[in-house]
């Protein structure tokens, strides 16, 4: 399974950016993705899931805020950012394939990118 993330950049306070992360390897259309961050001195926490079904479910830190998005037709799973906040620089991680159950995800049966830089800032 690989995963290609991509995205990440600088943007200001209030700003938007739109993460995409890119899957082969996996029957995309069948399984949950996710996505995660890590900032510096911190462990990496979940942001957003969507099943394969679209159900979607996020941190209460980025709710209204971020949108986790699927292309099945191109494999590729999408975080919508907006209102971004210095709180919300980290490096961004793609998980594909974790098992969702009972509202929560578990990543340790999927498959990592390699992660995207996001730096808001001014």
């Known amino acids: 399974v690989q995963l290609q993330a991509s995205g990440g950049g600088l943007v200001q306070p209030g700003g938007a950016l739109r993460l995409s992360c890119a899957v082969s390897?996996?029957?995309?259309?069948?399984?949950?993705m996710a996505w995660y961050r890590q900032a510096p001195g911190t462990q990496r926490e979940r942001v957003a899931v969507i099943t394969s079904g679209g159900t979607r479910n996020y941190a209460d830190s980025v709710k209204g805020r971020f949108t986790i998005s699927r292309d099945n037709y191109a494999s590729t799973v999408y975080l919508r950012m907006t209102s971004l906040k210095p709180e919300d620089t980290a490096v961004y991680y793609c998980?594909?394939?974790?098992?969702?159950?009972?509202?929560?995800?578990?990543?340790?049966?999927?498959?990592w990118g390699q992660g995207t830089l996001v730096t808001v800032s001014s």
């Open positions: 998980n594909a394939g974790g098992r969702y159950f009972g509202g929560t995800y578990d990543p340790a049966f999927g498959s």
């Open positions: 390897g996996i029957d995309f259309s069948s399984n949950a």
